[in-house]
């Protein structure tokens, strides 16, 4: 059962202790870390410097990134930490009341926001090879199905299912990971995620873009940022989730902290902090005759990926409630296939670098031959 509590405007929420001061999760070498992140990232991007210096758009996913610098999970495995927070999908399958179910709902994405990127800070994930899978399922019966669909672009598919079949939750997501600077990495997940409840309604949910600044140089960070949107089609509800980070570039900023500073007691209004967003429901009228849709204010909201999330003066979610219901890897349930049988992820956990290296290298071998004859028979059968 979720609780929900009245907000209080004087109330100071717990933030999350990998949090950075102006904003989003601070990203650092752990302590008796077995390499320096950023040494090994730099010999990387120096391999193919020569394409930013063309001003060109780094695509990190078509390198390789080497197995120290890896996270023993798979962005498959990272998406039951997108998914971790059923219980607020449970509480929305209950409710008859579409505003408040698609309260819920937002929810249930945005607190979950925060799970990945802190758990594994610098390290990566590793990329999935085609065909593999990942599955899961939560004390309650609900169970998560994912599968590795496409090799290049990276494109993984998902479905969740409610045991009652109150609610089921799917989709398909390509990831995409670039270098926009010297400095800086643009993320993306391109691909709606779908909700269908027993009554037959329909959510579409978006996903906000991420951002990692400071990759060489600075504290390294990682925010989402610009507007991302659930919709309701069936009762014509949307809600749209705005992050307060600012899209200055690193050098302005700190160009404007320096003249500031110059400034002495001209001081500038406190800016939010970068992983907070505002949020604003809408309720869609019909049409006019000229095609425009005329949106009216629901209700709106506020709150940090990285603390709290209040909508219409109630607080739904906070940093420090329990997440009583963790995901169950049953090892009688997964196929050969399943992303925790990888024998790279398994040395990385025992810190055999070495041996996860070459387990890592002989995978990703074996795909790009398979990409290869795959490649070869499309060209045959186009000549027959």
Not at 137 to 148: A, F, I
Request: proline share 3%.
């Amino acid at each position: 059962m979720v609780s929900i509590q009245k907000f209080d405007q004087s109330n100071k929420y717990t933030r999350h202790q990998k949090a950075y001061a102006t904003g989003g999760v601070w990203l650092k070498d752990e302590e008796g870390a077995a390499v320096n992140t950023r040494d090994v990232m730099l010999s990387l991007v120096k391999s193919v410097g020569s394409k930013l210096k063309e001003g060109k758009v780094l695509d990190l996913l078509k390198i390789s990134r080497p197995a120290i610098i890896s996270s023993p999970v798979t962005y498959l495995e990272c998406m039951a930490n997108d998914l971790i927070y059923t219980k607020y999908l449970e509480e929305a399958a209950k409710t008859e009341d579409p505003v408040q179910r698609l309260k819920y709902i937002v929810t249930f994405m945005m607190a979950s926001l925060h799970a990945n990127v802190t758990k594994m800070g610098v390290n990566g994930p590793l990329n999935p090879i085609l065909g593999e899978t990942y599955y899961a399922s939560k004390r309650d019966g609900t169970k998560l199905y994912c599968e590795q669909i496409s090799h290049h672009p990276p494109v993984s598919a998902f479905f969740m299912i409610h045991p009652e079949g109150a609610y089921k939750l799917y989709g398909q997501g390509e990831v995409a990971a670039k270098m926009v600077g010297m400095n800086t990495v643009s993320g993306q997940k391109i691909g709606d995620t779908f909700i269908e409840f027993k009554n037959g309604d329909k959510i579409t949910i978006g996903n906000p873009d991420l951002i990692i600044e400071g990759l060489f140089l600075g504290n390294r960070t990682v925010n989402y940022l610009r507007t991302f949107t659930f919709t309701d089609h069936t009762n014509k509800i949307t809600a749209e989730v705005t992050f307060n980070y600012d899209e200055t570039g690193t050098i302005s900023k700190v160009a404007s902290g320096i003249k500031n500073f110059f400034k002495g007691g001209n001081s500038q209004p406190a800016k939010p902090l970068n992983d907070t967003f505002t949020l604003k429901f809408f309720k869609s009228e019909e049409p006019k005759e000229n095609g425009e849709v005329v949106k009216t204010e629901i209700c709106t909201g506020s709150g940090s990926w990285l603390s709290h999330i209040e909508i219409a003066g109630e607080v739904f979610w906070k940093l420090e409630d329990l997440l009583d219901d963790t995901w169950i890897e049953d090892p009688n349930m997964k196929l050969l296939s399943d992303s925790t049988q990888r024998l790279d992820s398994k040395y990385i956990k025992e810190r055999d670098f070495d041996q996860a290296q070459k387990e890592k290298d002989t995978l990703e071998n074996l795909q790009r031959a398979d990409a290869k004859l795959r490649k070869g028979n499309k060209e045959g059968q186009q000549q027959h």
